[in-house]
């Protein structure tokens, strides 16, 4: 079973900056490892995934302002800047691992003035 170690979420006014990461454990390996989010009364969508040989796949609506980076083969942080209203959700940490999907227990983001 893998865990999970979130931090980083908060409130910030729109054009704010805040950073995520993430640690999981319990495998010896992660192929993708990123983050989802699931804004208010909408359902789950992909932010940013960074794979094992380091591509990145990165939401349209967030690109030039988000950026993802793995710090070790366990950790993936989500800079996030120029922060705007609607990037208001719960962030979900995310890795594969022995072909399975796992989530974090997620992090609440709120973009308010």
């Known amino acids: 079973q893998v865990q999970f170690a979130e931090s980083g979420g908060g409130l910030v006014q729109p054009g704010g900056s805040l950073k995520l990461s993430c640690t999981a454990s319990?495998?010896?390996?992660?192929?993708?490892m990123g983050w989802y989010r699931q804004p208010p009364e909408k359902p789950r969508e992909l932010v940013a995934i960074?794979?094992?040989?380091?591509?990145t796949n990165i939401r349209p609506s967030v690109r030039g302002r988000f950026t993802i980076s793995k710090e070790n083969a366990n950790t993936v942080s989500l800079q996030m800047n120029n922060l705007k209203p609607e990037d208001t959700a719960v962030y979900y940490c995310?890795?594969?691992?022995?072909?399975?999907?796992?989530w974090g227990q997620g992090t609440q983001v709120t973009v308010s003035s």
């Open positions: 995310y890795v594969t691992t022995m072909g399975r999907e796992f």
């Open positions: 319990g495998s010896s390996s992660f192929y993708n």
């Open positions: 960074i794979t094992a040989r380091d591509t």
